[in-house]
């Protein structure tokens, strides 16, 4: 029997039914680029209203050693760094750049060329050991990498590890355990080599002797891929899950892997593991190896919409999502990332952005009513951090938030499940999210 977590889980229906092949979407000709895409400050504009800027150059610096700098996604001329509207329908600060016809050209023929040469080029195995730790991280935070699982965490600052915190194993998360969303998929099926490259780049960053590259027994052509471009003799293995939601959590998936379980509060580095997506691999080998900073990423495009447009392109961060081709269905319920822990997006001119994996588009289905609690338990037996979320609801919906705090509502992960598995289609999570951000100390 395959290992997973041992408490809670859930199985959703999977529809994974996008292709694999990743398509390049075209540059938009305007792209608006948010300073905050990461976990820490805003990065900080370093051009003006009307400055030239090329494709690859950075734009804002990141403000403090939790911060992200941001680079410029197409050539262009800076026409604005005001609010713009996210998909949740909120303002943000960003900065806009507008293309002239002469500069998307070029740069469209620049990025198809660098993508051709991605392919078939020679892998180099020395490159982690041509390079110090420091120049690896200097690298990862001079591009601007982020976890590209959906934290948003800044590379650079996870990998500056003290030989005192022992670090053991790195783990990378290919789970991509959430339904419909298929750009890690397509990304280890594509690019299998330059992940165990940038695996490799990481461990060095960090200091870390081991790595294990972690996926569910869904996606058995990427299991075969990653399988083919490990040599033996380097420390990185490959471990298949038993498929189960939510896989891809932190603490679910060092168990899974190590079989050590974090406590409440506690950083995966105090039972010696690190933890970091694969997309997160393959962007930290595209900055080292081909000097590209944090410009593009894989999304999936998908749901209840025709086969042929399910589809994952390379997208330029700052692509707006009215941009990809889709057609909405009927009363569509459009969500940014995947069903279980998306968001409802209201805008859909917003930009892709660091953090994007996809855009799940579903056809408006007449919720069921919701009904009483019926006490069942289901979502007890369900959650994957042995909380109580029918107790954690109430008390966000009655505003009992110190109730809420000692009954451990922030060792919640927003994974949903429990929702997902209530007969009464009680709006669990909504209410523990309301709990968890006003018990904030
Ligand atoms: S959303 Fe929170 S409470 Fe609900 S199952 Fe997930 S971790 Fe448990
Ligand atoms: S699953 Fe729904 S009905 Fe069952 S105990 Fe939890 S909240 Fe109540």
């Avoid at 504009?45 to 950075?58: D, K, L, W």
């Avoid at 959430?178 to 780049?201: F, H, K, N, Q, W």
């Avoid at 050590?260 to 997506?277: D, F, K, M, Q, T």
């Avoid at 994996?357 to 009904?371: D, E, I, N, W, Y």
Wanted: aromatic share 4%; charged share 20%.
């Amino acid at each position: 029997m395959r290992h997973s977590f041992s408490k809670g889980g859930i199985h959703p229906p999977q529809n994974k039914t996008a292709s694999r092949t990743i398509h390049l979407q075209p540059l938009p000709m305007t792209a608006c680029v948010p300073l905050t895409q990461h976990i820490g400050s805003p990065a900080i504009p370093v051009v003006e209203r009307g400055a030239t800027v090329s494709r690859g150059m950075m734009i804002a610096r990141d403000a403090s050693f939790v911060s992200a700098s941001v680079h410029a996604p197409i050539s262009g001329t800076v026409s604005a760094i005001d609010n713009v509207i996210m998909p949740n329908g909120k303002p943000a600060q960003a900065i806009v750049i507008k293309a002239s016809e002469e500069q998307h050209a070029a740069d469209t023929i620049a990025r198809e060329r660098y993508w051709a040469q991605i392919i078939p080029g020679d892998t180099d195995r020395e490159l982690s050991e041509k390079l110090s730790s420091e120049e690896i991280r200097r690298y990862i935070s001079q591009a601007g990498i982020v976890g590209l699982g959906g934290a948003t965490f800044p590379s650079h600052v996870k990998l500056s590890l003290k030989p005192e915190q022992k670090p053991e194993i790195l783990i990378l998360n290919g789970c991509e355990c959430e339904p419909y969303l298929m750009c890690d998929d397509a990304l280890m099926s594509t690019y299998p080599a330059r992940i165990v490259e940038g695996v490799e780049l990481m461990m060095k960053a960090g200091g870390i002797p081991k790595a294990v590259i972690a996926m569910e027994d869904n996606k058995p052509e990427a299991a075969e891929a990653i399988r083919r471009a490990i040599d033996p003799g380097q420390n990185i293995s490959l471990t298949v899950l038993r498929t189960k939601y939510p896989q891809g959590g932190e603490k679910q998936l060092i168990e899974a892997v190590t079989g050590r379980r974090l406590a409440s509060g506690a950083l995966p580095i105090s039972v010696g593991a690190v933890v970091h997506n694969v997309a997160t691999a393959f962007a930290v080998w595209q900055a080292v190896a081909t000097g590209l900073p944090l410009i593009e990423r894989v999304i999936t495009i998908t749901g209840d919409i025709p086969a042929e447009q399910r589809r994952n392109y390379m997208a330029a961060i700052g692509t707006p999502f009215s941009e990809f081709q889709f057609t909405l269905p009927a009363e569509a319920r459009a969500i940014v990332g995947g069903p279980m822990m998306g968001r409802t997006a209201v805008n859909l001119d917003a930009p892709v952005t660091k953090g994007t994996s996809g855009l799940t588009l579903l056809a408006g289905k007449s919720r069921r009513p919701v009904q009483a609690c019926i006490r069942c338990g289901a979502c007890v037996d369900a959650c994957p951090m042995g909380l109580e979320p029918y107790l954690l609801s109430a008390y966000g919906r009655l505003r009992l938030f110190d109730e809420a705090r000692q009954a451990d509502v922030a060792d919640c992960l927003e994974c949903g499940a429990c929702s997902w598995s209530c007969p009464s289609s009680r709006p669990l999570l909504d209410y523990i999210r309301i709990a968890k951000q006003r018990s904030r100390k």
